[in-house]
Nanobody
């Protein structure tokens, strides 16, 4: 059973930084699409960033380009989301998601193409 565990959320002031981590276990497929999604209260879930674990290709939502960086440590089965220059509107619950179909990466959407989800980590940005 695939398990994804997120960590690293917290409360920071606008302009600050956070690094989220997603540790994955329970899968054997080498190539995956791993992504970060977020949901603010009263809003729909939205895609933030994705990475293909074999070739390292990355995809970002326009709202976070230049501020967020998704990366991976395959030996640790961990995907990171470095978030800099945080804004109030970045607040929300951040979820890690995985699909064993790497072609699911690219169309961030609301994560319809992702198969496994973590429970999330909360990010709160104060203005």
């Amino acid at each position: 059973q695939v398990q994804l565990v997120e960590s690293g959320g917290g409360s920071v002031q606008s302009g600050g930084s956070l690094r989220l981590s997603c540790v994955a276990s329970g899968y054997t497929v080498v190539s995956n699409c791993v992504g970060w999604f977020r949901q603010a209260p009263g809003k729909e879930r939205e895609g933030v960033a994705q990475i293909i674990t074999t070739n390292g290709n990355t995809y970002y939502a326009d709202s976070v380009k230049g501020r967020f960086t998704i990366s991976q440590d395959n030996a640790k089965r961990t995907v990171y989301l470095q978030m800099n220059s945080l804004k109030f509107e970045d607040s929300g619950m951040y979820y890690c998601a995985l699909s064993p179909r790497p072609w699911r990466c690219g169309a961030l959407g609301r994560g319809e193409g992702m198969d496994y989800w973590g429970k999330g980590t909360l990010v709160t940005i104060s203005s």
